[in-house]
């Protein structure tokens, strides 16, 4: 069977993927792709080229046209990194319940300011990034466990809006290490983030796990600062859970460590 799977999926897929590749932009690129290769490789194409091998052999790369081939394969997997997903088994997109608020390059601004007493922990990720989905469901966890009225979770797709990463200094770059970045934020200004930006302006090493999060956040004293400002008869029973469709705050509620 774990043969079976996925040639009967690469099966299915060929209708769809020979259209695909059946447009004229496709074609033409793989074309010019292969120009050289084709040229130099077949006779009597290859016959009248210079060579610079010791055996004379015109129809075969000599140690210059290797080199260059290898540069220019390296340039363009470095380029196209973001990809290269197609070519590796991603984590699938995290689709279960969370307290999360989606921002956009229009709403983020407007919410951090919209009132002062609420802290933020904001995430700024990107759908291509391999660490920002594994992350996800982690966040989302952290969300359904501390998220209330005067602490809220939210996310921005740096992917999607750029001019987000430029104003709040998430570098999307391919080569990045910055992504996913976790910002705090208290009375609409950075507190902190993580991961933290050395002098030169690279990403110190962190590890994304809950128990990071919680520790460096001090999520504990933020929530039970939260359920202090919070409104004494807006309890909710210790048994309700949150929907995954509802992204606004819920009144901070008894949890077992509270216990």
């Not at 359904?144 to 809006?161: A, S």
């Amino acid at each position: 069977m774990a043969v079976l799977a996925p040639l009967i999926a690469l099966i299915y897929s060929v209708p769809r993927l020979s259209r695909w590749l059946a447009r004229p932009y496709c074609l033409l690129s793989a074309l010019l792709s292969a120009a050289f290769l084709l040229v130099r490789k077949l006779p009597p194409l290859c016959n009248g080229l210079p060579t610079q091998r010791e055996d004379g052999n015109p129809c075969d790369f000599d140690w210059r046209e290797v080199e260059i081939l290898m540069f220019l394969s390296a340039i363009v997997m470095m380029k196209n990194r973001r990809s290269m997903f197609l070519m590796t088994c991603k984590p699938p997109l995290y689709m279960g319940p969370e307290y999360i608020k989606y921002f956009s390059d229009k709403t983020i601004d407007e919410e951090l300011e919209r009132d002062k007493k609420v802290t933020w922990i904001v995430e700024f990720f990107a759908n291509w990034s391999n660490d920002c989905q594994s992350f996800a469901p982690i966040y989302a966890d952290l969300s359904l466990k501390y998220n209330c009225t005067g602490l809220n979770f939210g996310k921005v797709d740096v992917g999607r809006y750029t001019d987000v990463s430029t104003r709040y200094r998430v570098s999307i770059s391919p080569l990045t290490k910055q992504l996913p970045t976790l910002i705090l934020f208290q009375g609409g200004k950075e507190v902190m983030r993580r991961p933290q930006i050395d002098k030169k302006g690279r990403a110190v090493s962190w590890t994304f796990s809950e128990e990071n999060v919680i520790r460096e956040f001090n999520l504990n004293e933020l929530y039970h600062r939260a359920k202090k400002l919070s409104k004494g008869g807006d309890q909710v029973p210790e048994e309700e859970e949150p929907k995954a469709s509802t992204p606004t705050s819920v009144p901070c509620r008894e949890s077992k460590k509270d216990k």
